[in-house]
T-cell receptor, first 118, second 113 residues
């Protein structure tokens, strides 16, 4: 299957700093990328959907000014957690959808990034 | 509210036993996806179902989507320790340009040798 990478795989930062997470589709073009958040023993919660070259669509309750998403190319999307606080500590997973795979294509997931805010 | 209900929440089986995980939606599903996740890692795609009554198999895992496209089951035959993990069902509840993949809470599977 298609490969999606994330970087970094884990990050520890101080409260108040900003953290950028990169998501790349390695062997396919992704017109749409998704960012999810997962708390321990819970399911994935969709944060936002980003289409290449346009503004991201955020889910209800997700602060767009806090979670900045940029999808500058068909293979790269970034999530920046601005002014991070301990409650932002979580497992962030990106996902990409293959633009050439047709209507009912498959969404592939990255390995996730564990963010810990001290 | 949780749109996808998975059951059971957790399951412990002895190696070699068969098991079934269910995923139910109150809405018609445009596509149903099964993923496997190991804690702290990404999701591994298993299967996608789109048509009512569809059934797919890969190795010892079989997934079915009912005729009404509101319920799916994942069946593992002769389970092995390598099957252990979190199984997540995901569903497109929007369809077409309204595509959005949402997930159930997952089923934690433990396979004892």
């Amino acid at each position: 299957g298609a490969v999606v990478s994330q970087h970094p795989s884990w990050v520890i930062c101080k409260s108040g700093t900003s953290v950028k997470i990169e998501c790349r589709s390695l062997d396919f073009q992704a017109t749409t990328m998704f960012w999810y958040r997962q708390f321990p023993k819970q399911s994935l919660m969709l944060m936002a959907t980003s289409n290449e070259g346009s503004k991201a669509t955020y889910e209800q309750g997700v602060e767009k000014d806090k979670f900045l998403i940029n999808h500058a190319s068909l293979t790269l999307s970034t999530l920046t957690v601005t002014s991070a606080h301990p409650e932002d500590s979580s497992f962030y997973i990106c996902s990409a959808r293959d633009a050439l795979a047709g209507v009912l294509d498959t969404q592939y997931f990255g390995p996730g990034t564990r963010l810990t805010v001290l | 509210s949780q749109e996808l209900e998975q059951s059971p929440q957790s399951l412990i089986v002895q190696e070699g036993k068969n098991l079934t995980i269910n995923c139910t939606s109150s809405k018609t599903l445009y596509g149903l996806y099964w993923y496997k996740q190991k804690y702290g890692e990404g999701l591994i795609f298993l299967m996608m179902l789109q048509k009512g009554g569809e059934e797919k198999s890969h190795e010892k895992i079989t997934a079915k989507l009912d005729e009404k496209k509101q319920q799916s089951s994942l069946h593992i035959t002769a389970s092995q320790p390598s099957h252990a993990g979190i199984y997540l069902c995901g569903a497109d509840i929007g369809g077409g340009s309204n595509y959005k993949l949402t997930f159930g809470k997952g089923t934690l599977l433990t396979v004892n040798p």
